[in-house]
């Protein structure tokens, strides 16, 4: 192969102040408490970096914390440094490979994202190119013969996506095996597979398990503590779906009740269906919550995660229809569709409807309110489509992201600051699964059971949305639950939904825990009122247990919160002092019981 014209001339110099001048974000201004030039984590980062200068590094930064400013301040001291010539940066999708060459500019590195595998070679006025995984794995050899031609550091962005196919990984060894370095980076170090992960070092934990190790991490409970990324509210949104069966059977369920799996999956695409109650009223919400944090934060934008291009374009309707304002959609990773996303970061419109692409790596930092309205439940999906809304650029923003009442997704929201590993073996579960099982991996492939059912269900004759409707269930902020006393459409609700735009954590759980104890006492003298016959007759009495359960359970958390105290602790507790068995098997005078002396312990509080 004919040596490229990049390497037949002299390397482009950057300054000798390696990009100083690089601010700690891009494309917008600095986030509220990070330092002059890099932030802390950035700083500590290139420290741990320059002590070995390894050929690989990994480093794992939750979404919204600056990876690409950490990565090309890196780039730079090395090309200063004449530690390598060139840079190759590795992109999982065409919008993400200009957002790159962009970034890269202003740190004052050279990037052609517009190469091709045509080319052969690119230009000698650029410090080299970004290109893409699929880009890579068409023509392994020839990004071998770039590589090992000049001395190069590849960025890998988004490593994990190496491991999308086994022809991927092998491509992406052969092209960037005989790289000078190689700097790795993820925002979410973990995969739903065992694929792995090319460059990623694995070691044996104490069970044996290989799991990857990340040469620097900071993780989003370190980078929310720093002020670096925003604090998420989740608003949970339940409700009554309707459906048939291929067998002409009518079903109906609620969002959030113990279903088994498969009712779960055909609720939860009930309530997805445009045709239906659910979405036009949770996006309703959405909106006015959108509006109240316009007031503070006047160009913040909203965020619609569809799960196909029906959807999309079927929920830009109801939007429209709504705000009276066109929502930008985005259906492909194409250039019409990156610009789309472009114009939308750079003006001040409210909405934009997408399906996948925005998931990942996407900076559109003046997005403030999500609506998940999606079937995809695995937590890589999850992760990095919640990473869209935590990128912080002022002191006092806080994200809002409107959730369907599924388990799965409950799961994910309340273990969003919990940091995970990407692990290669399993260990025997007695279940067939082969030798080594990793419960990571279990936890996964549990979680995407229900998309598979609900795939199954996409055959057209073998299901029908009847009808649905949506109702205010919850506010999960902080580990803590809030607002399990509001009704549908009413002031309750909107005291929830129409928080201030900025506030401070401290400031918003504050604010939570007054209203949902104001709900408390309404919804208590509501009950005291009304006579014991209609109290009585109303309900069956397993709806009954289950309401009991579901806010003493509230309750608990609340006050678990408050006093830094397990909930096992607190419920064992709650037995002690007011008797009775544990709470599936408590009655509702039991449970009232709890209940009563919790309030008190939570208005003493005050």
Same mark, same amino acid.
């Not at 919204?64 to 950490?70: D, H, L, N, Q, S």
């Not at 009518?250 to 969002?255: G, K, S, T, Y």
């Not at 909106?287 to 934060?297: C, G, H, P, Q």
């Given at each position: 192969?004919?040596?490229?014209?990049?390497?037949?001339?002299?390397?482009?110099?950057?300054?000798?102040?390696?990009?100083?001048?690089?601010?700690?974000?891009?494309?917008?201004?600095?986030?509220?408490?990070?330092?002059?030039?890099?932030?802390?984590?950035?700083?500590?980062?290139?420290?741990?970096?320059?002590?070995?200068?390894?050929?690989?590094?990994?480093?794992?930064?939750?979404?919204?914390?600056?990876?690409?400013?950490?990565?090309?301040?890196?780039?730079?001291?090395?090309?200063?440094?004449?530690?390598?010539?060139?840079?190759?940066?590795?992109?999982?999708?065409?919008?993400?490979?200009?957002?790159?060459?962009? $970034?890269?500019?202003? =740190?004052?590195? +050279? *990037?052609?994202? !517009?190469? @091709?595998?045509?080319?052969?070679?690119? /230009?000698?006025?650029?410090?080299?190119?970004?290109?893409?995984?699929?880009?890579?794995?068409?023509?392994?050899?020839?990004?071998?013969?770039?590589?090992?031609?000049?001395?190069?550091?590849?960025?890998?962005?988004?490593?994990?996506?190496?491991?999308?196919?086994?022809?991927?990984?092998?491509?992406?060894?052969? $092209?960037?095996?005989? =790289?000078?370095? +190689? *700097?790795?980076? !993820?925002? @979410?170090?973990?995969?739903?597979?065992? /694929?792995?992960?090319?460059?990623?070092?694995?070691?044996?934990?104490?069970?044996?398990?290989?799991?990857?190790?990340?040469?620097?991490?900071?993780?989003?409970?370190?980078?929310?503590?720093?002020?670096?990324?925003?604090?998420?509210?989740?608003?949970?949104?339940?409700?009554?779906?309707?459906?048939?069966?291929?067998?002409?059977?009518?079903?109906?369920? +609620? *969002?959030?009740?113990?279903? @088994?799996?498969?009712?779960?999956?055909? /609720?939860?695409?009930?309530?997805?269906?445009?045709?239906?109650?659910?979405?036009?009223?949770?996006?309703?919400?959405?909106?006015?919550?959108?509006?109240?944090?316009?007031?503070?934060?006047?160009?913040?934008?909203?965020?619609?995660?569809?799960?196909?291009?029906?959807?999309?374009?079927?929920?830009?309707?109801?939007?429209?229809?709504?705000?009276?304002?066109?929502?930008?959609?985005?259906?492909?990773?194409?250039?019409?569709?990156?610009?789309?996303?472009?114009?939308?970061?750079?003006?001040?419109?409210?909405?934009?409807?997408?399906?996948?692409?925005?998931?990942?790596?996407?900076?559109?930092?003046?997005?403030?309110?999500?609506?998940?309205?999606?079937?995809?439940?695995?937590?890589?999906?999850?992760?990095?489509?919640?990473?869209?809304?935590?990128?912080?650029?002022?002191?006092?923003?806080?994200?809002?992201?409107?959730?369907?009442?599924?388990?799965?997704?409950?799961?994910?929201?309340?273990?969003?600051?919990?940091?995970?590993?990407?692990?290669?073996?399993?260990?025997?579960?007695?279940?067939?699964?082969?030798?080594?099982?990793?419960?990571?991996?279990?936890?996964?492939?549990?979680?995407?059971?229900?998309?598979?059912?609900?795939?199954?269900?996409?055959?057209?004759?073998?299901?029908?949305?009847?009808?649905?409707?949506?109702?205010?269930?919850?506010?999960?902020?902080?580990?803590?639950?809030?607002?399990?006393?509001?009704?549908?459409?009413?002031?309750?609700?909107?005291?929830?939904?129409?928080?201030?735009?900025?506030?401070?954590?401290?400031?918003?759980?504050?604010?939570?825990?007054?209203?949902?104890?104001?709900?408390?006492?309404?919804?208590?003298?509501?009950?005291?009122?009304?006579?014991?016959?209609?109290?009585?007759?109303?309900?069956?009495?397993?709806?009954?247990?289950?309401?009991?359960?579901?806010?003493?359970?509230?309750?608990?958390?609340?006050?678990?919160?408050?006093?830094?105290?397990?909930?096992?602790?607190?419920?064992?507790?709650?037995?002690?002092?007011?008797?009775?068995?544990?709470?599936?098997?408590?009655?509702?005078?039991?449970?009232?019981?709890?209940?009563?002396?919790?309030?008190?312990?939570?208005?003493?509080?005050?």
């Amino acid at each position: 192969m004919s040596t490229p014209d990049s390497l037949q001339h002299p390397t482009p110099r950057i300054g000798t102040a390696a990009a100083e001048h690089l601010s700690p974000t891009f494309p917008e201004r600095a986030a509220w408490g990070t330092v002059g030039k890099l932030r802390a984590w950035q700083q500590e980062a290139m420290d741990a970096y320059f002590r070995d200068e390894p050929r690989d590094f990994l480093a794992a930064a939750t979404p919204g914390a600056g990876k690409t400013t950490f990565a090309l301040r890196l780039a730079a001291e090395l090309l200063a440094r004449r530690t390598v010539d060139r840079v190759t940066v590795v992109a999982p999708t065409e919008h993400l490979k200009k957002q790159w060459a962009d $970034a890269a500019h202003r =740190a004052g590195i +050279r *990037l052609d994202p !517009t190469f @091709t595998n045509r080319q052969g070679r690119y /230009a000698g006025h650029y410090h080299g190119v970004v290109v893409t995984y699929a880009q890579v794995a068409v023509r392994a050899a020839l990004h071998r013969d770039i590589t090992v031609s000049s001395r190069t550091l590849v960025i890998l962005d988004e490593v994990h996506h190496g491991g999308d196919a086994l022809s991927w990984g092998d491509a992406i060894r052969e $092209a960037f095996e005989g =790289a000078t370095r +190689r *700097l790795s980076l !993820t925002g @979410t170090p973990f995969r739903s597979d065992t /694929a792995p992960i090319p460059f990623v070092t694995y070691l044996p934990d104490r069970h044996g398990i290989r799991t990857s190790l990340t040469d620097y991490n900071y993780g989003y409970g370190r980078a929310l503590a720093d002020g670096v990324v925003r604090p998420v509210m989740f608003m949970v949104y339940a409700g009554h779906m309707r459906w048939r069966t291929n067998t002409g059977d009518e079903m109906e369920a +609620r *969002l959030g009740e113990d279903n @088994t799996k498969d009712i779960t999956s055909q /609720a939860w695409r009930t309530a997805l269906d445009p045709e239906g109650a659910w979405i036009p009223q949770v996006l309703t919400a959405a909106d006015r919550r959108l509006s109240e944090v316009r007031n503070a934060i006047p160009d913040a934008g909203g965020l619609v995660i569809a799960t196909d291009h029906y959807a999309a374009r079927a929920y830009a309707a109801i939007l429209h229809t709504i705000t009276g304002e066109q929502p930008t959609v985005v259906l492909s990773d194409e250039k019409e569709a990156s610009d789309r996303i472009e114009q939308f970061a750079s003006n001040d419109s409210r909405w934009l409807v997408a399906v996948r692409m925005v998931s990942e790596g996407v900076d559109v930092p003046r997005l403030s309110v999500g609506v998940y309205a999606t079937s995809s439940s695995t937590p890589l999906f999850f992760a990095q489509a919640i990473g869209r809304f935590v990128r912080s650029r002022r002191r006092g923003e806080t994200a809002s992201v409107f959730l369907p009442n599924v388990p799965q997704l409950m799961a994910l929201a309340n273990e969003l600051e919990r940091e995970r590993d990407h692990a290669l073996d399993r260990s025997d579960s007695g279940s067939g699964e082969g030798e080594l099982w990793n419960p990571e991996d279990a936890m996964v492939a549990d979680a995407n059971r229900p998309d598979k059912a609900s795939d199954g269900l996409m055959d057209e004759f073998s299901y029908e949305a009847i009808s649905s409707d949506a109702q205010f269930d919850r506010v999960v902020f902080d580990g803590a639950e809030f607002g399990s006393y509001a009704q549908p459409e009413t002031e309750e609700e909107y005291d929830f939904i129409g928080l201030p735009g900025l506030l401070e954590p401290d400031q918003v759980h504050e604010l939570l825990t007054q209203r949902h104890r104001r709900q408390a006492k309404r919804i208590d003298s509501r009950q005291k009122a009304a006579p014991v016959e209609e109290q009585d007759a109303s309900k069956p009495l397993y709806r009954t247990l289950k309401e009991q359960r579901s806010l003493l359970n509230s309750l608990v958390g609340l006050y678990a919160k408050n006093t830094n105290q397990p909930h096992g602790l607190v419920h064992a507790e709650l037995r002690r002092v007011c008797g009775g068995p544990a709470v599936p098997q408590a009655s509702v005078t039991q449970l009232q019981s709890r209940i009563e002396f919790l309030r008190r312990k939570l208005g003493g509080a005050r």
